[in-house]
Every structure is written in structure tokens, then in C-alpha cells.
């Protein structure tokens, strides 16, 4: 990731689990989050290594689709001794396939296949923070007869 998207999201997450307030979501392109170098971030309890598996899901979907875009939903942070991480469990993928074939993709493997896969209509309260640290509303990617899907793993 990049540091100002990490002072960004640290904060917003930081922000919103001091007002109790989740109404808002983050997003961050696949490739920062999922980053399996990165151990600031950990998704569905990876932090290293066990992202490439995700990684795979996501280019086998890329294969299906080349204009799809995927982000990671972030939820919250770590703390442990000298060391903060944020982590997720979601994936938000704009995409022009159906959502038939985007369940097929995501529910190959049998070692991690998702707990829900659906389309999101409301994109209202999401952002994404770009590289720079911007906040971008999701709603503008929407696009190019692109449909809004959500993947999460419990």
C-alpha cells in the first residue's frame, strides 16, 4: 500500500470504531490490499502468504472480464504491541458479467470460496481511498454497463 492510503484508512477505521458509526465503507484496489508482501494488511485472517489465493480468484475472474475492477472492503484495525494492521473480508467487483458467473468463479476452489456473493445496488456511503489518499466515491466507478457485486468470506 501506499503511505498516504495507509494514514487515510488508519484514521477513517480509527475514526469510526471511536463513534460507533459503520455507515460509511472503504475501499482499496485489490492489488495494494492484497499485496502478499504487505503485512499491514490481512484479509479473512491472512496477512502474507495466504493471499495469493484470493490473488487467483481475482485473475481468474480478470481472465472472464479484462474491464473489471475489484476493491477491498476495509473494516477495521489491529493493534499488537508495536505493530497496527486493517483487515477485510469483502470484495466489491465491478464487472459486466453476470452474477451466475461471478458466484462460478469465486465457488471453484474448495479451500476458500466465499460465505456470500451478491450485487450491491447502493453505493452511496462507500469510497474508495486511491493511492494518494483521496477519497473517491464508489458510485462514480460504477460505469460502461458495469454492475456493483460484493464477495465476503465469514
Known amino acids: 500500500m ?39 494488511t490481512e484479509f479473512s485472517c491472512e496477512r502474507l502468504e495466504g493471499k495469493e489465493g484470493y490473488l487467483a480468484l481475482i485473475e481468474n475472474l480478470l481472465h472472464g472480464d479484462e474491464t ?19 483487515y477485510a473480508d469483502t470484495l466489491f467487483i465491478f464487472s459486466r458479467l453476470p452474477l451466475l458467473t461471478i ?23 462507500q469510497f474508495l481511498v486511491n493511492e494518494k489518499g483521496d477519497l473517491i466515491p464508489a458510485a462514480e466507478l460504477r460505469g460502461d454497463g458495469r454492475r456493483a457485486y460484493y464477495c465476503w468470506w465469514d
Open 2 to 40: 501506499f503511505d498516504k492510503q495507509k494514514e487515510t484508512v488508519l484514521a477513517l477505521v480509527k475514526s469510526q470504531r471511536a463513534d460507533r458509526n459503520y455507515e460509511k465503507g472503504y475501499w482499496i484496489p485489490y492489488k495494494d490490499f492484497l499485496d502478499p508482501k504487505e503485512d499491514f
Open 103 to 125: 458466484k462460478q468463479i469465486f465457488n471453484e476452489p474448495k479451500d476458500i470460496f466465499p460465505s456470500d456473493i451478491g450485487e450491491e445496488t447502493d453505493l452511496s456511503r
Open 68 to 86: 473489471a475492477e475489484v476493491f477491498v472492503q476495509v473494516y477495521g484495525f489491529e493493534e499488537d504491541k508495536d505493530e497496527q494492521w486493517i
